[in-house]
């Protein structure tokens, strides 16, 4: 599942406003930025939500060799 971490690094290369990032993935914005603070136990449908929205906008979440989960930007031709 990916982490608060990765949330707000995709959301911050994205470019989106946690309310925009929010509508796109049907969650209230109140909840979305609990999630990115880690003060909340999202649903594991919530967290799909999340990366989905934030997928079809163009990340792609890694595990960077080891070091941990991570997210870049996906290529143009990707």
Do not use: C, W
Not at 22 to 39: D, R, V
Not at 63 to 75: E, K, S
């Amino acid at each position: 599942m990916i982490t608060p971490e990765q949330i707000r690094g995709a959301r911050a290369m994205l470019g989106l406003t946690q309310s925009d990032l929010a509508k796109l993935a049907g969650l209230s914005t109140t909840g979305l930025n609990n999630i990115e603070k880690g003060t909340a136990d999202p649903k594991a449908s919530t967290l799909r939500a999340i990366q989905t929205a934030l997928t079809e906008a163009g990340v792609i979440f890694i595990d960077q060799n080891g070091n941990g989960p991570g997210v870049r930007l996906r290529d143009r031709q990707e």
